[in-house]
Nanobody, 124 residues
Framework: QVQLVESGGGLVEPGDSLRLSCAAS????????MGWFRQAPGKEREFVAA????????YYADSVKGRFTISRDNTKNTMYLQMNTLRPEDTAVYYC?????????????????WGQGTQVTVSS
């Protein structure tokens, strides 16, 4: 098993940047493909970005492509989401997720392990 803890959320203004972190503990971090998801009030959880276990490939939702960057440091057991040019519609609770496997996975049903979430609020 792996335990996941997100951090880095907060209140920012439109156009600002934030970097989220997801710290993993438990089994070897490099076993796991990772993803970021978000859920806004009254909406379903949606895919944001995913990265394969080696960190060499990533996939993004169209809504964040070009603004967000997913990365991971397997030596630090941590995944990141660099969020630039934030918009009010990016406001949500952001969750990191993990599953074993060699590919990139964009369906939340693919993931076995979830963090508790971190709130990101973009407002002027």
């Amino acid at each position: 098993q792996v335990q996941l803890v997100e951090s880095g959320g907060g209140l920012v203004e439109p156009g600002d940047s934030l970097r989220l972190s997801c710290a993993a503990s438990g089994r070897t971090f490099s076993f796991y493909a990772m993803g970021w998801f978000r859920q806004a009030p009254g909406k379903e959880r949606e895919f944001v970005a995913a990265i394969n276990r080696g960190g060499g490939a990533a996939y993004y939702a169209d809504s964040v492509k070009g603004r967000f960057t997913i990365s991971r440091d397997n030596t630090k057991n941590t995944m990141y989401l660099q969020m630039n040019t934030l918009r009010p519609e990016d406001t949500a609770v952001y969750y990191c997720a993990a599953r074993s496997g060699p590919d990139i996975y964009y369906s939340d049903r693919s993931y076995n392990y979830w963090g508790q979430g971190t709130q990101v609020t973009v407002s002027s």
